[in-house]
């Protein structure tokens, strides 16, 4: 079966760091995704990585252990416009489908 | 100029009727998605598409039918709707082949059973 876990809701402040965990326990690997979404919206791509080790891009990174089934989506200078909610997925090795985690509400405070 | 639209974007039905949901794309992607979306479940994969003609099953499919007759168009079917079929739906693609970037998709639709 398919498991991933992520926190339900985080809250945090303007201009600080948070860092969003994702643990997962599949049926094989190849490759976890990130996404962002906004309240009503469809979710957006932010992230990929497939091999361990951090991806960069401006103030999202991600992180990703295959040894641990660990991810983490790391956000820096939080902005207002950065409350939403980030989705955890899962590629399963062998098919072209995603499995999503809950996904985790993250509420960003003045 | 979104490569995917969903049609309609709300729907309020009665129970017991049958109701499709529409998926275009513009892509030419190979595969599509059906997925719905619901608080506490997060995405759950309903059917997808890995071509014309060719289906399969995902974790909540029970109740629902599709089809894909063209590679742009991806239809989502509730043969007889029931309250718990409210959700938002969404419709996804990819091209997994040639990009990693997992799925684009869909604006959702807001579909209401009562």
């Known amino acids: 079966g398919q498991n991933i876990d992520q926190p339900t809701e985080m809250t945090a402040t303007e201009g600080a760091i948070v860092q969003i965990n994702c643990t997962y326990q599949?049926?094989?690997?190849?490759?976890l995704f990130w996404y962002q979404q906004h309240a009503g919206e469809a979710p957006t791509f932010l992230s990929y990585?497939?091999?361990?080790g951090l991806e960069e891009k401006g103030r999202f990174s991600s992180f990703l252990s295959r040894s641990k089934g660990y991810s983490y989506l790391l956000l820096k200078e939080l902005q207002m416009k950065d409350s939403a909610s980030y989705l955890c997925?899962?590629?399963?090795?062998?098919?072209?489908?995603?499995?999503f985690g809950t996904g985790t509400r993250l509420l960003v405070s003045p | 100029d979104a490569g995917i639209t969903q049609s309609p974007r709300h729907k309020v039905t009665e129970t017991g009727t049958p109701v499709t949901l529409r998926c275009h794309q513009t892509?030419?992607?190979?595969?599509m998605y059906w997925y719905r979306q619901d608080p506490g479940h997060g995405l759950r994969l309903i059917h997808y598409?890995?071509?014309?003609?060719?289906?399969d099953k995902g974790e909540v499919s029970d109740g629902y039918s599709v089809s894909r007759s063209k590679t742009e168009d991806f239809l989502l079917t509730l043969e007889s709707a029931t309250s718990s079929q409210t959700s938002v739906y969404f419709c996804?693609?990819?091209?997994?082949?040639?990009?990693?970037?997992?799925?684009?998709f869909g604006s959702g639709t807001r579909l209401t059973v009562v």
């Open positions: 997925a899962v590629r399963v090795a062998g098919f072209q489908k995603l499995v």
């Open positions: 599949t049926s094989g690997f190849n490759g």
């Open positions: 598409s890995y071509g014309v003609k060719d289906t």
């Open positions: 892509e030419n992607h190979r595969y």
């Open positions: 990585n497939v091999l361990d």
């Open positions: 996804a693609i990819s091209d997994f082949g040639t990009d990693n970037y997992g799925y684009t």
